[in-house]
């Protein structure tokens, strides 16, 4: 079900932590464009201040941050090398500049710019999944995680082939882009790359930082191939525009597989050995919370937002859109990275000098008061925004804004923070024991 874990495979700190360093901004970026909206932001989920804030928060911090961890994980988890290091650098920076011109150019709706910086953000993305899809295909490992990783990179594909094809469209009309066409690219992004991935990597991620031994999942295997085919169908279906008769069906289905593993979850964190949850277990249980509303939400937004006036059709969309992005993945993403950046830290900075003198242990690098309140201020921010969406508040909008940059700005400093000299907190280990504590 898991890989071996083989850290000397661990790619360069200096590798990995720019995205993790940059992804938040994407977020600060997202609040600061909240924090300015109007009643437009109600009325269509395509306007262009909703498509700048939708894009900063989905490829600048969540998808910025998995890219970070499937770099990590690939060669280090699964056993796989990465294709080119140097390509991963280069890929970094073609993304941040082409996320950012392409935010800035759907808030000012200039179509051509748009184009332009939607196609370096395929070109990040093309880098990308040979990069670490080289890396997957060269794993030796037969897992769930291998296997998620997998189809992440290939529903990746998918979307960042219908975005690049919606944005040439709108500059060359070639064919109507209806909202039943551009939800079936939004959930192949969400659902396919980023949900399935997450969820593939939990089982691994969750058993490891948990030290859970005793407990199995049930549903690994099954929540990618129940994922996998109900996101195939809803992407089918809902491209044609159906009613809320068709389209509820289609949500519930595709909630199907997050519910199962959202239940596997739970069972691993009830089986671990730890004695008390740190950030990690504390962030998966919010973000099962944010996975629950999400689909009741989803749910709702799937019969047409019956209980929103007709001229503010997008409020449940909004909310929907609020507790899936930011609540489940953004949860979920803000507990890992503060367990897999402080290990890569520890890994090349602290391990060479165990057994000569007292070193940090992982835990002793992050501050968990740091990740609490991150957390706590980007799922306050995130239900500020949710609620304020359900019931049409203009200001209330702007303040779930102003907290998103406030929970960007608190996730990046205690991610920062890991970089600064940390002192031991247990006695020096014998030179022959060099074991990694997460």
Do not use: C
Not at 19 to 45: E, M, R, T
Not at 55 to 64: D, E, F, K, N, P
Not at 277 to 290: E, N, P, R, T
């Amino acid at each position: 079900m898991t890989a071996r874990v083989a850290p000397t495979q661990s790619p360069p700190l200096g590798l990995i932590a720019p995205f993790f360093l940059a992804a938040p901004l994407g977020l600060v970026a997202a609040g600061l464009l909240l924090a300015n909206a109007g009643h437009l932001s109600f009325q269509a989920i395509n306007l262009p201040r909703n498509v700048a804030i939708t894009h900063a928060v989905v490829l600048g911090w969540i998808t910025t941050t998995m890219m970070g961890a499937l770099y990590q994980m690939a060669p280090a988890v699964l056993s796989g090398r990465l294709w080119s290091e140097r390509l991963a650098r280069v890929q970094f920076v073609i993304h941040v500049l082409s996320v950012s011109f392409f935010v800035w150019s759907a808030w000012q709706w200039d179509v051509p710019l748009m184009g332009i910086a939607g196609s370096g953000i395929f070109v990040s993305l093309v880098l990308f999944m040979a990069n670490a899809g080289v890396a997957v295909a060269r794993a030796r490992s037969r897992s769930v995680p291998r296997a998620a990783a997998a189809l992440g990179l290939a529903w990746l594909a998918i979307a960042g082939g219908l975005g690049l094809t919606w944005v040439g469209t709108l500059e060359h009309l070639w064919f109507p882009i209806t909202m039943g066409r551009l939800s079936a690219h939004a959930h192949v992004g969400l659902v396919g790359w980023l949900g399935i991935t997450l969820m593939g990597l939990s089982y691994q991620l969750v058993p490891m930082f948990n030290v859970v031994t005793r407990v199995r999942p049930r549903f690994g295997t099954p929540v990618l191939i129940i994922m996998s085919l109900a996101l195939t169908t809803f992407a089918a279906v809902v491209a044609t525009d159906p009613g809320p008769a068709v389209r509820l069906p289609l949500a519930l289905l595709l909630a199907v597989a997050p519910l199962l593993w959202g239940v596997d979850v739970v069972r691993l964190l009830l089986g671990r050995s730890k004695r008390r949850l740190d950030i990690q277990g504390h962030s998966m249980l919010v973000a099962l919370v944010w996975l629950v509303l999400a689909v009741l939400l989803g749910a709702g937004a799937a019969l047409g937002t019956p209980f929103t006036p007709g001229d503010e059709s997008a409020r449940w969309l909004l909310a929907y859109a609020a507790a899936g992005i930011g609540g489940w993945l953004g949860s979920a993403l803000i507990g890992n990275s503060f367990k897999i950046l402080p290990f890569l830290i520890w890994y090349h900075r602290y391990r060479p000098r165990v057994g000569l003198e007292a070193v940090p242990v992982v835990s002793d690098i992050y501050s968990e008061r740091l990740a609490t309140v991150a957390l706590a201020g980007v799922s306050l921010a995130v239900a500020t925004v949710a609620v304020s969406a359900l019931v049409g508040s203009v200001p209330a909008l702007q303040a779930g804004g102003a907290l998103l940059v406030v929970g960007g700005l608190l996730h990046l400093v205690g991610l920062v923070h890991m970089f600064l000299p940390k002192h031991a907190s247990r006695a020096p280990q014998p030179a022959l024991s060099k074991r990694i504590t997460v």
